[in-house]
């Protein structure tokens, strides 16, 4: 794999976060001053936070998937030997594939009826299927996830290491 896609992959949620982060509370804070200072404020800064922290949910939820960082009660981990903590953890990632790959059809069902009858925004009045689409994207990044974990463990497993099991909050 080129240094490029290394770094994509690496790096890909991380750059689109931050991005959306800072366009979040840069447009948090302008429309803030508008309405406290000048008190004026527009419909075009509510929409473009709101948009802006579904797709930050969805692309984080991509990244935790990565990390492995998802909330969840491991505590059995602790106590099954390497082999069986391996296949629980593919196990886990079967399960929450098929489970994406369901949500992703379905999701995308929305843009789709959004495409065809040309939904709008209230306040931009542009496309919602622009926005519509943090989900199916959301999932498809996910789905994408997944199945680099999948790979990696199933690799882990093959050669005797121990499963990878994201970064540690509290240790």
Do not use: C
Not at 38 to 47: A, D
Not at 141 to 165: H, K, M, P, T
């Amino acid at each position: 794999m080129s240094p490029f896609l290394k770094n994509l992959d690496k790096n890909a949620e991380r750059w689109m976060l931050l991005v959306l982060y800072v366009m979040l509370v840069g447009t948090m804070f302008i429309e803030v001053v508008r309405r406290e200072v000048f008190s004026y404020s527009s419909i075009w800064g509510e929409e473009i936070v709101r948009y802006s922290f579904i797709y930050l949910a969805w692309i984080g939820a991509s990244a935790a998937v990565r990390e492995r960082g998802h909330i969840r009660i491991d505590v059995i981990m602790n106590y099954v030997p390497r082999t069986v903590k391996s296949l629980l953890y593919i196990f886990g990632d079967i399960v929450m594939f098929i489970v994406a790959v369901v949500a992703l059809y379905w999701s995308w069902e929305t843009v789709t009826v959004s495409w065809r009858f040309g939904s709008v925004t209230h306040g931009l009045r542009i496309s919602q299927v622009f926005f519509l689409f943090a989900v199916p994207f959301g999932f498809a990044l996910v789905s994408v996830r997944l199945i680099q974990s999948f790979l990696r463990d199933l690799s882990d497993l093959r050669n005797g290491r121990a499963v990878y099991e994201g970064d540690k909050l509290f240790d």
